[in-house]
């Protein structure tokens, strides 16, 4: 029964595709030696992440004495360096 219920609920699942810079930036995050800029010029490739990104970063949590306003002064004031 419960094998039952565990297909039924994978029938029902449909989860989207991940963007193209989302897959982009997974392959990237699997490199050991990725630098940060490569990943900056991911991010930039797409306004959406990068403005919850940007949200996140100028969070209480990461809070800093200056307000990051693109990817890459988030990327200075965390200690990496853009492209």
Do not use: H
């Amino acid at each position: 029964m419960l094998a039952d219920f565990e297909t039924r609920i994978r029938a029902q699942v449909d989860f989207p595709s991940p963007s193209q810079v989302a897959t982009e930036i997974i392959a990237l995050a699997r490199d050991p030696e990725i630098e940060m800029g490569m990943v900056a010029q991911a991010v930039g490739r797409d306004p959406a992440m990068r403005a919850k990104i940007l949200r996140i970063a100028n969070s209480a949590f990461y809070a800093q004495r200056a307000q990051a306003r693109t990817f890459g002064r988030r990327s200075s004031l965390s200690g990496s360096t853009p492209p």
